[in-house]
Each structure stands twice: as structure tokens, then as C-alpha cells.
């Protein structure tokens, strides 16, 4: 079993900064990928980023490229999303998730809200 909790969320005025935390624990191994999901209202969950847990290789889709940037610190036992430039459309709930080698992102935080005013 796989536990996440994330922090950091807040608000934040347009063009600001925020760094979301997900400390991690349980069952992980080198093969797990730590995915950064968000759900604004009334869309649909997405991901945003991806970082692998041992090899720390990224992935971020078009909408947060350039702007956001995953990492983890295996010595913590954290993930983090450092949000630069946000702005109104990154408002919504962030969570961080985790998925073994081999299928979907099983394991999932509570969630943390990121709201960005303009």
C-alpha cells in the first residue's frame, strides 16, 4: 500500500508562484511514476506532470510546459510541483498519484486546492 499526502495549495494572484508537496510512504519501488493530476470544476481530472521516481525523468502536457516543474527528493520521500506564472485557468484541485511500472495510477492524495486570482 501506497500513502500520499500533498500540502502547499493556497491562493495565489495571478502570476505567482506555488510549490505543492506530496510526502510519500508504503510500498513504493523504482519503478513507480508520481503523476501531478488537476480538476477544475466541471472538467475532467487531468495530468499535468509526471516524474519517475528513481529515474527523475519528466513529462508535463502542453498546458503547464515551460511554467511547471516536477522533482522529487528520494531522501524525503517527496514530490514536488513547483507552479510558476500561474494564472486564472490553473485554479483547481491538485492531486498527486502514483502508479507501478505496469498500469494505472492507483494510489492517490486527498487532494489540495490551488485557487488563482486575477
Known amino acids: 500500500q501506497v500513502r500520499l499526502v500533498e500540502s502547499g495549495g493556497g491562493l495565489v494572484q495571478a502570476g505567482g508562484s506555488l510549490r505543492l508537496s506530496c510526502a510519500v510512504s508504503g510500498r513504493t519501488n523504482s519503478g513507480f511514476t508520481m503523476g501531478w493530476f488537476r480538476q477544475a470544476p466541471g472538467k475532467e481530472r487531468e495530468l499535468v506532470a509526471s516524474?519517475?521516481?528513481?529515474?527523475?525523468?519528466?513529462w508535463y502536457s502542453g498546458s503547464v510546459k515551460g511554467r511547471f516543474t516536477a522533482s522529487r527528493d528520494l531522501a524525503k520521500n517527496t514530490v514536488y510541483l513547483q507552479m510558476n506564472s500561474l494564472n486564472a485557468e490553473d485554479t483547481a484541485v491538485y492531486y498527486c498519484?502514483?502508479?507501478?511500472?505496469?498500469?494505472?495510477?492507483?494510489?492517490w492524495g486527498q487532494g489540495t486546492q490551488v485557487t488563482v486570482s486575477s
Open positions: 498519484a502514483a502508479r507501478s511500472a505496469v498500469g494505472a495510477y492507483g494510489y
Open positions: 516524474v519517475g521516481w528513481s529515474t527523475g525523468t519528466t
